[in-house]
DNA sequence: TAAACATATGAACAATCATTCATATGAAGG
DNA sequence: CCTTCATATGAATGATTGTTCATATGTTTA
């Protein structure tokens, strides 16, 4: 049994009192942590993934992302507004088309190590 | 208008034929993009974001995690399961309890990254 | 071995979310 | 202006998922 301070049992809902007030003590705050899931589940979608993965390579307008990933203009319009409020990517209008590109290298840089980590397991 | 290749105008989607297939030719495959989906899925739930959080700081039985985020020890057993699953942390039984703790260092690292990135937003 | 305790798990329910369909907005060209 | 084209958006739908409840598994101790 580890021992924290003595106490090593259960008491009301089998808390090692001492470890728990400490962690408790130390988490940041809920506000951020709800945000940081909301920024991974932002990426926690193939469709998303794959949007990114395209625009990683070069900017594009709406119905060439359709084309290449073979879904309806809608779905990727709906996608591409997630996205967007996300600021992991911009919006850039020329006449009728709009094109897409990654917000910045940040991103950019934060997809790349995605994918090489993937790669090496 | 940008050109590509002389190509500017949509054929049947609207495509810039080059660019679209320049980038097919490039993308991974969807399997990896899929993997890339599942794993980032993991983190974007606050719940499991917060079980790493306290994980980064002490190994913790389920019911003290219970107890530290205020939730009933079912849902906690459900998402440990998750993350097992994900390998992001590991299992230890010591008699009728079960530590859990980060899988290793790269997830310890990953977290703390993420953490410091949201705090400079 | 029976009881108590910590954890795991299956089923059910509610909530969230991605996609589709229909339609609206906004720009270019006749 | 009216039409055509590219994109955006609201509503509806089907699928996925987090939580709860009830119960099962597995471990310790009396």
Redo the contacts between chains.
Sequence with gaps: ??EQNGVEV?E?????ES??A???A???D?D???????????????T???IL??LC??E??V??L???LSMN?SAISHQLRILKQARLITARR??K?VFYSLADDHVHHLLDT??EH??ER
């Design positions: 049994m580890p259960c009301f809902l089998c808390a090692h470890v728990v400490e962690v408790r130390h988490m940041p809920e951020t942590l709800f945000e940081l899931a909301e920024f991974y589940k932002v990426f926690g979608d193939s998303r993934i794959r993965t395209v390579r070069h594009m307008c119905c060439d359709a084309t290449i203009q020329e006449g088309q995605a994918i993937l790669a």
